[in-house]
């Protein structure tokens, strides 16, 4: 029964469960029906909610979106989201691009596969970076070969508007030291997304970083001139800095500035993610051999002084000028990955929901920087940088007040024309 012990625990640090004024509240607990309630996972396995202008389908697998659809400035519904069709092929599909899920219990890399907490060096296992003396890695990506976003949520409530998913993870899973307990709720407000992720750390002292690995496409892959993102923009106000990496992503230790007019300056003002493609010095900034971006950007909004994350603005814009898609990114997180789909290689189908229908030339698959990944999270691989001094934000302990990330996603039609503002303001 420990489970309801933390269940109540968590109670006051989940989030409330939206409701849209005059929606009856449908849902299941478990495998049980709760009152007025037939809300279960529809054929392909996924679970509706909504709100006012958006609709979205969520899936047990990594505690997944799986769809996530706007009206674009022509009234067309736009499916802005990768997934698959069906909640059964998450599991299937080998190439595993953490479409959409949650990774834990500890997000992006882990330097050498190892940490230390209080003296103790922990080693978990690796997934990335085979090399003849590591053949199963040399580092650990999102959680380890079997990390959350690689296992069956439970669905413990589905409203309306609203889902909350719970993981348990035991003591010792993937090498990692203590049982987790989580839970994630989704809602979908007016034009928004807004979700809350808890975690316990509830028998030893462990790492704890979550965040939402979703691959953005603000035109449904329905763009009839470019099959390409690269003509998304995207500001972030507070980006003045990132974490500096190695040629496999690992963190130096180093935190870099982000002069004005660099290749990683998205904060003086929006600019689209492809305009600066055609510079040489693009290559590399996303690793060995990679053009484009792959990059923690730190999100400091404490220069100015104490600040509501709710009230401060938001960390990222990302707009697409050809749907007039706009989401605004709010969070309490620290900093913010940005990924513009370098790895993509052509390999990953889109869903029923997307992409184009009467033009043949162009495949029905995901290509090469044809979506951008945004992920809401702490400083990447910390708990390896002590100097950064944030082990009370990534180390937890029983008794500890539990991890906890919020964001809210608030979307918006924002018809401007492409190049108004000089050739970065698309
Ligand atoms: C839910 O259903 C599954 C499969 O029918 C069963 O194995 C499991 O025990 C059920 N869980 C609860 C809480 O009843
Ligand atoms: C898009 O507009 C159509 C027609 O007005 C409407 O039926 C649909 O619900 C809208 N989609 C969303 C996600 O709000
Ligand atoms: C699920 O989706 C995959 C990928 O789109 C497809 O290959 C498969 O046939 C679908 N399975 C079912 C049961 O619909
Ligand atoms: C997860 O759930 C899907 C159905 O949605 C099922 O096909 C798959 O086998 C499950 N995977 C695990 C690891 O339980
Ligand atoms: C990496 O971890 C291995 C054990 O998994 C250890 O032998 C080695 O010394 C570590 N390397 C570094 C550079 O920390
Ligand atoms: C949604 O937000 C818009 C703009 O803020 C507002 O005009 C509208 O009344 C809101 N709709 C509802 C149902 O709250
Ligand atoms: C491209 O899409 C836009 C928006 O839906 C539409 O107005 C335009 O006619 C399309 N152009 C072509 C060549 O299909
Ligand atoms: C992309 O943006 C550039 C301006 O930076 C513009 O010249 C070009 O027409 C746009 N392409 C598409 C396909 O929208
Ligand atoms: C990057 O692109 C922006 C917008 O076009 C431009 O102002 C800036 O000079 C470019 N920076 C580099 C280093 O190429
Ligand atoms: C670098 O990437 C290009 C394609 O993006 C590929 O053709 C080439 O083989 C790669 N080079 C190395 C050394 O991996
Ligand atoms: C393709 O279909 C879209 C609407 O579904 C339409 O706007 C566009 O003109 C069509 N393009 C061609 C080349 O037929
Ligand atoms: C719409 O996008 C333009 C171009 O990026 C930007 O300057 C403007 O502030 C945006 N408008 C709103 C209301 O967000």
Redesign the pocket.
């Known amino acids: 029964m420990r489970n309801s012990i933390v269940l109540s625990a968590l109670l006051c640090a989940t989030a409330t469960l939206a409701q849209i004024p005059g929606e009856t509240l449908t849902g299941t607990v478990g495998n049980t029906s709760i009152a007025g309630s037939n809300a279960g996972p529809d054929k392909n396995g996924k679970y509706v909610i909504q709100g006012v202008g958006i609709r979205a389908n969520f899936i047990p697998y990594g505690a997944s979106i799986s769809n996530l659809f706007i009206n674009d400035t022509n009234g067309i519904e736009r499916d802005i989201v990768g997934g698959f069709d069906n909640a059964s092929y998450y599991g299937i599909d080998r190439q595993h691009p953490h479409f959409g899920g949650i990774p834990g219990r500890y997000a992006n890399r882990i330097k050498n596969s190892s940490f230390v907490i209080d003296g103790t060096t922990y080693h978990v296992l690796p997934n990335e970076n085979p090399t003849p003396e590591a053949p199963q890695g040399a580092d650990t990506l999102h959680g380890g070969p079997d990390g959350w976003d690689w296992r069956n949520w439970t669905v413990v409530a589905h409203t309306s508007s609203s889902i909350t998913f719970s993981l348990t993870d035991p003591d010792g899973d993937q090498g990692f030291p203590g049982e987790v307990v989580s839970y994630v709720t989704y809602s979908l407000g007016n034009m928004s997304w807004d979700f809350k992720m808890v975690a316990l750390a509830t028998t030893k002292k462990t790492p704890i970083m979550l965040s939402s690995h979703v691959y953005w496409n603000l035109d449904g892959f329905a763009n009839n001139e470019t099959a390409l993102a690269l003509n998304h923009s995207l500001w972030m106000p507070y980006a003045g800095q990132r974490v500096g990496t190695d040629n496999i992503l690992i963190p130096t230790g180093d935190i870099l500035s982000n002069q004005q ?3 990683n ?1 998205f904060w003086s003002s929006p ?2 993610i492809g ?2 493609f055609t ?1 040489p ?1 693009l290559l590399g900034n996303c690793g060995f051999n990679c053009t484009g971006y792959d990059t923690c950007y730190l999100t400091n909004r404490a220069q100015d002084g104490p600040y509501d994350w709710r009230e401060k603005g938001p960390v990222a814009r990302l707009r697409s000028a050809w749907s007039g898609i706009q989401v605004d990114v709010f969070t309490d997180q620290d900093a913010f990955q940005v990924y513009s789909c370098g790895g993509q290689n052509g390999s990953m189908a889109l869903k029923s929901t997307q992409g184009l229908f009467n033009v043949t030339d162009r495949p029905r698959t995901i290509p090469q920087y044809g979506c951008i990944v945004m992920e809401v999270e702490d400083w990447i691989d910390a708990i390896n940088q002590p100097e950064w001094g944030r082990s009370k934000k990534q180390i937890y302990g029983p008794g500890d007040d539990p991890y906890v990330l919020q964001a809210s996603y608030q979307f918006s039609l924002n018809s401007t024309a492409v190049g108004l503002n000089g ?2 303001s698309g």
Do not use: E, H, R, V
């Open positions: 007019y660099s290749l300056d600019k689209q305009a600066n510079n010095d050739p970065g």
